[in-house]
């Protein structure tokens, strides 16, 4: 059974930074790409970032660049979303999602090839 476990978030000020962590379990983490989707009160999941399956490459929505980042620890079987400079637009919960294939660049941008996901875990950034 494929479980990830994200933690990390909370309420932050705005300029703060928060780490999340993404455990995951269940399938061999080392060949799956990797990313974090973000869903605010009244909106759609959306994509925040990705990272290839080998961790070497990762994706960002424009709106974040320069402020997160993704990084996939294989050691750990982790995957974190580091955020800096938060903005009280990032306060959505934070969901972590693994590919439904193995081996895959993670460049999607979108959901669609996202088959396993975690509980979500709420940042709140006040201004």
């Known amino acids: 059974q494929v479980q990830l476990v994200e933690s990390g978030g909370g309420l932050v000020q705005a300029g703060g930074s928060l780490r999340l962590s993404c455990a995951v379990s269940?399938?061999?983490?080392?060949?799956?790409?990797m990313g974090w989707f973000r869903q605010a009160p009244g909106k759609e999941r959306e994509f925040v970032a990705s990272?290839?399956?080998?961790?070497?490459?990762?994706y960002l929505v424009d709106s974040v660049k320069g402020r997160f980042t993704i990084v996939k620890d294989n050691s750990k079987n982790t995957v974190y979303l580091q955020m800096n400079d938060l903005e009280p637009e990032d306060t959505a919960v934070y969901y972590c999602a693994a590919d439904r294939r193995p081996y895959s660049s993670g460049r999607y941008y979108s959901r669609e090839n996202f088959e396993y996901w975690g509980q979500g875990t709420q940042v709140t950034v006040s201004s």
């Open positions: 269940g399938l061999t983490f080392s060949q799956y790409a």
């Open positions: 990272t290839s399956w080998t961790g070497v490459s990762i």
